[in-house]
């Protein structure tokens, strides 16, 4: 199984500072992982998937990159409704699995 | 717009069979190109991918628990269940259905549904 560790566990930054959250996977998924974001209450929405296309709606301040083992989602000039919890996730072997979360808060 | 809304008991008995069932609205679930999938998230073991159904009769399960899981489907009514076999308080999350973007069940998932909370305690 293809463990996905996020880092930082917390990120504090301030309106309009870039987010940079980092997923690192226990081999290579290739490019084969997906961002979420999830707001208290509600399900997982998708942000990005296959490391770097936007989902429909997106906004371009997110961004992804990355592939192999290490990957990074950007969020430029983070908005007040960007606060939330973010999940990373590959589909490049079964099972598929899913990163602890980066929360992302407000400073 | 395709929305997912999941339906079933908020309180199950351990060592019984956790039922629930995905509705699916704004598109067909026999449409090719996609899979339908259980997902449940628990605040210790966070977000854990169960299994998926592709309208060929293809499914795949996550080998945690693959000796407990059953997912099915019902073209007529439009909709996906799972079945969790011999619960225990692990079991306890909130559980979502999402419609996987691929037909393999190696996916993304987008949408969610909103998600329902079962609790195994007696």
């Known amino acids: 199984e293809i463990v996905l560790t996020q880092s930082p566990a917390t990120l504090s930054l301030s309106p309009g500072e870039t987010a940079t959250l980092s997923c690192r996977a226990s081999?290579?998924?290739?490019?084969?992982l997906a961002w979420y974001q999830q707001k208290p209450g509600q399900a997982p929405s998708l942000l990005i998937y296959?490391?770097?296309n936007r989902a429909t709606g997106i906004p371009a301040r997110f961004s992804g990159s990355g592939s192999g083992t290490d990957f990074t989602l950007t969020i430029t000039s983070v908005e007040p409704d960007d606060f939330a919890v973010y999940y990373c996730?590959?589909?490049?072997?079964?099972?598929?699995?899913f990163g602890q979360g980066t929360r992302l808060e407000i400073k | 717009q395709l929305h997912l809304q999941e339906s079933g008991p908020g309180l199950v008995q351990p060592s019984q069979t956790l039922s629930l069932t995905c509705g699916v609205s704004?598109?067909?679930?026999?449409?090719?190109?996609?899979?339908w999938t259980w997902i449940r998230q628990t605040p210790r073991e966070g977000l854990e991918w169960i299994g998926y159904?592709?309208?060929?009769?293809?499914?795949y399960y996550n080998p945690s628990l693959k000796t407990r899981v059953t997912i099915s489907m019902d073209t007529s009514k439009n909709q996906f269940s799972l079945n969790l076999d011999s619960v225990t308080a692990a079991d306890t999350a909130v559980y979502y259905c999402?419609?996987?973007?691929?037909?393999?069940?190696?996916?993304?998932?987008?949408?969610w549904g909103q998600g329902t909370l079962v609790t195994v305690s007696s």
């Open positions: 996730q590959h589909r490049s072997f079964w099972p598929i699995t």
């Open positions: 999402a419609r996987g973007r691929t037909p393999t069940g190696r996916s993304w998932f987008d949408p």
């Open positions: 159904i592709h309208h060929s009769g293809n499914t």
């Open positions: 296959d490391a770097s």
């Open positions: 704004g598109g067909f679930i026999s449409s090719g190109g996609y899979s």
């Open positions: 081999q290579s998924v290739s490019d084969f």
